[in-house]
């Protein structure tokens, strides 16, 4: 009788437990990356789990290094990167779509992958800016339409920036940790040069919570509140960010601001005389050197072709411009006058 007795107490505890234990699970809402409904009762318990799944949603106008830079860093927390291209720039200028010098790297992300073309239709009734802006916007919108191929839930998360605003890494596990109820925009750094050089922060980036009852991805570009400050900085926002001039030609000539299209923000010393200088392209203020706790290896890929985005002394090639090396010393004595 006295065994029968542990037993009966043993077993009662063991009931007390589970018990206990449904009630701790049914809390839990969501996992890291997930979602999770629970339905749970004494007797009868069942379980509907929704996954999250987290959709980036970009524009290519060339920047090789940057898609591979946001591809490296993003490939673990994104579900389908959904990327437009296009054979007319921005501003209107015929374009190729190259990956040069980095295909073989993008290539190995390529099972995330969704490339598609979409060339806007604009008429001629606007200036030649207002165009330049309504492809830019038309551009974003038809990511919307691409990223429904993939139906998408109510819950699902989409990145919505430039292809150089690039969440880190533990930004991304605290957006999915701490996902928006609505929206939200993250808190960057405005780096120019490289990422030893930068100008102010940025909020423009959108982590956007999906509904069926989204029409429009300008909207949320078009606006900036609802900063989400857990964590401090959880974007890089790296512009003008290139090792060769003639990438820096390309993009302000393909650019939507069709105001730096022209000279001097053209001309080859000009981008020149203020990278070395560290003055910002499109006004005369002088960049500051990065002060911020940054872990560069989970940043950047370890690829020596990336080196000058943490080299602060890099400097761009002086012979396609009409300084020599002897120039070097004063140049910047008068760094807002050109030539």
Known sequence: MRGHKNCSIIFSSFS??????????????????????????????????????????VQYNGESHMLYIRLWRLYPFVTKFIIVLSNTTHSGRPKVNSFEPFTKEINSFKDKIYFYYYEPKVTNDYSSQEI????????????????????????????????????????????????????????GIFFTINHKYWLTDW?????????????????????????FEKGGYTLTHCTYCFPKIEMFVNKFKSSAHTEFSVYPFTNESYIFKRHYCRIVFHTNLTLKK??????????????????????????????????????????????????
Not at 29 to 57: A, P, Q, W, Y
Not at 312 to 325: A, G, M, P, Q, V
């Open 203 to 227: 909020s423009r980036f959108a982590v956007i919570v999906y509904t069926n009852t989204i029409h429009s991805f300008q909207t949320y570009r078009d606006t900036s509140h609802n900063i």
């Open 16 to 57: 007390q437990l589970i018990q206990f234990s449904i009630l701790i699970i049914s809390f839990i809402c969501f996992s890291k990356n997930s979602l999770k409904t629970n339905m749970l009762g004494l007797f009868n318990t069942s379980v509907e789990t929704f996954e999250r799944k987290v959709f980036d949603c």
């Open 132 to 187: 330049s802006w309504k492809r830019e916007n038309a551009q974003r919108n038809s990511l919307l339409s691409a990223l429904r191929k993939f139906s998408p839930k109510e819950g699902d998360l989409i990145l919505m920036g430039d292809l150089d605003e690039i969440p880190t890494r533990q930004g991304m596990e605290l957006i999915l940790e701490n996902p928006p109820t609505y929206c939200y925009y993250l808190k």
């Open 290 to 339: 990065t002060n911020h706790n940054l872990d560069f290896s989970q940043l950047i890929p370890n690829d020596p072709r990336m080196k000058y985005l943490i080299d602060e002394n890099f400097r761009l090639d002086i012979s396609k411009t009409i300084y020599k090396e002897s120039d070097l010393p004063t140049l910047c004595n008068s760094p807002f006058t050109f030539p």
